[in-house]
């Protein structure tokens, strides 16, 4: 059983930046695909970003050159750079682990994070 911890979240103002982190347990981290999902209120838990375990990333289009996946797997830490964050942006974050090692979607997620909120003041 991998648990996957988010931290990091907050408020920010329109056009700020946060760094969002997770920290995973478990010695098999690396082989790990991690990524990001985010649900705003209302509406429906999106893919935003993932790295695989030989760190090909994938963005969602409305983040790319905004955001910034990265990993660290001596720290079993997958991150999310935020910046130039607009009020769309608010939601809750989670991290998401596809133990095959690539992302295959939504429905293949092996392990979520509880999740951490994310708050864009306009």
């Known amino acids: 059983q991998v648990q996957l911890e988010e931290s990091g979240g907050g408020l920010v103002a329109a056009g700020g930046s946060l760094r969002i982190s997770c920290a995973a347990s478990?010695?098999?981290?690396?082989?790990?695909?991690m990524g990001w999902f985010r649900q705003a209120p209302g509406q429906e838990r999106e893919f935003v970003a993932f790295?695989?375990?030989?760190?090909?990333?994938s963005y969602v289009d409305s983040v790319k050159g905004r955001f910034t996946i990265s990993r660290d797997n001596a720290k079993n830490t997958v991150y999310l750079q935020m910046n130039s964050l607009k009020p769309e942006d608010t939601a809750v974050y989670y991290c998401a682990a596809d133990t095959s090692g690539i992302y295959r979607g939504s429905q293949a997620i092996d392990y979520w994070g509880q999740g951490t909120q994310v708050t864009v003041s306009s």
């Open positions: 478990g010695r098999t981290f690396s082989t790990y695909a």
């Open positions: 790295i695989s375990w030989s760190g090909d990333i």
